[in-house]
């Protein structure tokens, strides 16, 4: 690449940054974080595959039912949103929005959304 073709990219970059919305902008983060960390993109993730991803908590809720209470999380790696639902669980420490971390699990649809249940999970330390 020569200096010129490698200015007209970094002010392509520099353009993109300076008139994307800070969704575009977080999206982009998080889907680089993810790779770095080997995490496959939810986006690309199908029902029935075992499927590690990468991203950050954006809620977690406890849902009480008469037989087995759950507790859901959505985690968006920047392509796409997972919700990880651990059957019979109130509370797990660590477990809260904002908290980036890699899960690990069967792929399964559940109303049209992605889910793992019951999925192995690594938290990374807060930032």
């Given amino acids: 690449m020569t200096t010129d073709e490698g200015r007209r990219?970094?002010?392509r970059r520099l353009l993109h940054r300076l008139t994307a919305s800070e969704a575009e902008i977080e999206a982009q983060e998080l889907r680089?974080?993810?790779a770095e960390s080997g995490g496959m993109p939810a986006r690309q993730c199908t029902r029935g595959q075992v499927v590690s991803v990468t991203g950050r908590l954006r809620t977690v809720v406890y849902t009480p039912r008469t037989n087995l209470p759950t507790l859901e999380a959505?985690?968006?790696?920047g392509?796409?949103?997972v919700t990880l639902v651990w059957l019979g669980r109130r509370h797990i420490a660590?477990?809260?929005p904002g908290r980036h971390l890699t899960a690990?699990?069967?792929?399964?649809?559940?109303?049209?959304?992605?889910?793992?249940y019951n999925p192995y999970y690594e938290l990374e330390s807060p930032k």
């Fill in 94 to 96: 660590g477990i809260e």
């Fill in 74 to 77: 959505d985690l968006y790696d």
């Fill in 9 to 11: 990219v970094s002010l």
């Fill in 104 to 116: 690990r699990g069967r792929m399964a649809v559940r109303d049209d959304r992605k889910v793992i």
């Fill in 79 to 81: 392509s796409d949103v």
């Fill in 32 to 34: 680089r974080e993810s």
